[in-house]
């Protein structure tokens, strides 16, 4: 049973396009999360949700449109892709959003944008 | 800015040494700092976490020090394998459950 679970795995689209990334967690976590990998392997916090009500919202080019319809479900919707959105997208979750709270990620999204 | 750095991208060491990993940050006094490690095409998986009032914390192989006055984080692996050759990353947690990642250190064990 794969705990945190994203879809797809790979997605290579063309510039302009509309691409949406799912996530899934099973572990009854009450926060969702989501961060990118960017080619340099550095890893940062876009989003997070807690009880579908979102709590960070880092500096992100608003085409990025996280949307939570249930707490244990969080899809990244991005808009009018561009060359510099490639990277990784991990999905994450904690059981709350006390500072300090273990993470567990999914296996990441390598978005290309040709 | 808050800024967290591990030095030395690549860290090679041979099997049954003790792997050394530094974790430095400035401009922030973290309440809990965060071990993870990441394999090739897979997400961070948790290993330690230690809070600010610890100076230690261990757990089978593993140990992570935490010193507030330097601070620095210092995470040991004791009688290294081949099978923990992976990519640490040392985390400080903020508001929300935030975590702010290092830059990773990249540990290869050789026979």
């Known amino acids: 049973d794969t705990a945190v679970s994203q879809t797809p795995k790979y997605l290579v689209t063309q510039m302009g396009n509309d691409k949406s990334i799912k996530c899934e967690q099973n572990?009854?976590?009450?926060?969702m999360y989501w961060y990118k990998q960017d080619s340099k392997k550095f890893l940062k916090i876009m989003f997070s949700y807690n009880n579908k009500e979102l709590i960070i919202n880092e500096t992100v080019p608003n085409r990025f449109s996280p949307k939570s319809p249930d707490k244990a479900h969080l899809n990244l919707h991005i808009n009018s892709l561009e060359l510099g959105d490639s990277a990784v997208y991990f999905c994450?979750?904690?059981?709350?959003?006390?500072?300090?709270?273990?993470?567990?990620f999914g296996q990441g999204t390598r978005l290309t944008v040709v | 800015s808050q800024k967290i750095e591990q030095n030395s991208e690549a860290l090679n060491i041979q099997e049954g040494k003790t792997a050394t990993l530094t974790c430095n940050y400035t401009?922030?006094?973290?309440?809990?700092l965060q071990w993870y490690r990441q394999d090739p095409g897979r997400g961070p998986v948790f290993l330690l976490l230690i809070r600010e009032n610890e100076k230690e914390k261990r757990k089978e192989r593993l140990k992570v020090t935490f010193d507030t006055t330097l601070k620095q984080s210092l995470f040991h692996i004791t009688a290294s394998q081949p099978a923990d050759s992976a990519t640490y990353l040392c985390?400080?947690?903020?508001?929300?459950?935030?975590?702010?990642f290092g830059t990773g250190t990249q540990l290869k064990v050789e026979l």
């Open positions: 994450a979750s904690s059981q709350d959003r006390v500072a300090g709270t273990e993470a567990f």
């Open positions: 572990l009854g976590h009450d926060t």
């Open positions: 401009n922030y006094s973290p309440a809990y």
């Open positions: 985390a400080f947690t903020g508001g929300g459950n935030k975590l702010t």
